[in-house]
């Protein structure tokens, strides 16, 4: 009779051998930690500090800062990756539907992320940045780690794909889950986890548009409502987070544009003007965003497969204007640049308008920052266009009107003109064009104020009844603008 066969017995032996090998490794671990007196020091120097404590403040807004950078850095990478798959494999491979493959395109990408972010992280939808403010003002700062992993997905996939939105506001809800998650191991107090929550959101920015004295305003002045005494803090994250992407994506502005000036003191209200109609367009845009979330909240539909839905109508809208395909940059540089005609900058606001409203109104994963960048340098560069045709002589060309208009739309939307300002120069690299962009910016954001006075982030967090910095003084103004139409009625 034949010996029986060893096969029947291999995954037994596979198990055991499995089973040892880990219960070794345990106990060398078990030994390294014990033992390694660098170990134990690394240890003790972060769980509880010997130094003082601004000091390890400090160190622990560097570490906050690099493993954003690094975040950053691997998200854009990702990012690209990504989007080089979905127009080439796929693209390819969907070719045999004609014209209609970008149509597809952003609903596959929907597709994928809408499931991802039902069950695993549902504060990655949208474009994230209330989500991190709900967080600081609710939760102690504290953010679940996996978020910052998802939103990598989540966001690569619904841009890659070619939907509709900006990176920064991921970048912004990732480094805030590494700043929550290192005040959280460190054991620091809540009042410290919300100030590395703050640092990660401020080198986030920084590192997307190589601007760290804008990210770091931009997270006391959006995030906070104030600059205060951590300030310092948030200014080393978005240094070292800086400089981290630099080392990676090297050292070029943002966007690249011809030297602008004022032509003449005439501009100046013309200039004003052009902030007004902006500042209009800009509370259009988010009463439209929020419409579109409760349309979209509202209907009877797996949510998990809204995101695809998103992506579908964005893909429309793609079929005939491709130049809003993802965070749309390159049409960005054309406007600066004088490339496209009034008619087509209209055009293209519209359908960015739309498109951004669809992808992140139906769950998709992104931001509002560059969406709001491009509408302004779109809306901006029309407006410039007209007026040259009717003041040639003492106008500038519209690819300045489509940089003033830019930072004009983000201030009135985000109502944060100080940030606006800074990160367009610091994008551009020109100082020149400093009083046009001043005075547009005012007048943005002052008609944006006298028609809403709440942010496209704060509204979120109002309508969900969270307290945030400046709320009383919101609902205070909002009370005022009704007080006048009720005595008339």
Known sequence: MAAPSNDTSSPEQTMRTSARLGRALATGWRWLTERLPIWRWTKVFFRASFLPEQNYLI?????????????????????????????????????????????????????????????????ARGHGVPEVMTALASRGGKIRKRVASIKVITSSLTIGFGGTAGREGPMVQIGSAIGSAVGQWTKLTPHRVRTLVTCGAAGGVAATFNAPIAGAIFSMEVLIGRVQTDFLLVLLTSLSSCMVARSYLGNYPAFTAPAYDLASGRELPLYFLMGLIIGWAAILYVRALYKAEDL????????????????????????????????????VESALWVRLPWELLIGLFVAEFLANCATLGSGGSGGVFAPSLYMGAMLGGAFGSLVHILFPDWTAGSGAYAMVGMAAFFAATAKAPTTSILILFEMTNDYRIMLPLMAATVASVYLSHRLSPFSIYTLKLHRRGISYPGREEAERATRRTAAPQTSTT
């Open 59 to 123: 160190i622990l807004a560097v570490v906050v800062g690099v493993l954003t950078g690094y975040g950053s850095v691997g998200f854009i990478f990702v990012l690209g990756w990504i989007a080089d798959f979905a127009r080439g494999p796929v693209a390819s491979g969907l070719s045999v539907f004609g014209p209609a493959s970008l149509v597809l395109l952003p609903a596959l990408g929907g597709l994928m992320a809408g499931p991802l972010i039902h069950r695993f992280a549902k504060e």
């Open 296 to 331: 979209f909240g509202a209907w009877r539909f797996p949510d998990y497969l809204k995101p695809a839905v998103g992506g579908l109508m964005a893909g429309l809208v793609l079929r005939y204007f491709p130049e809003v395909y993802g965070a749309g940059f390159p049409a």
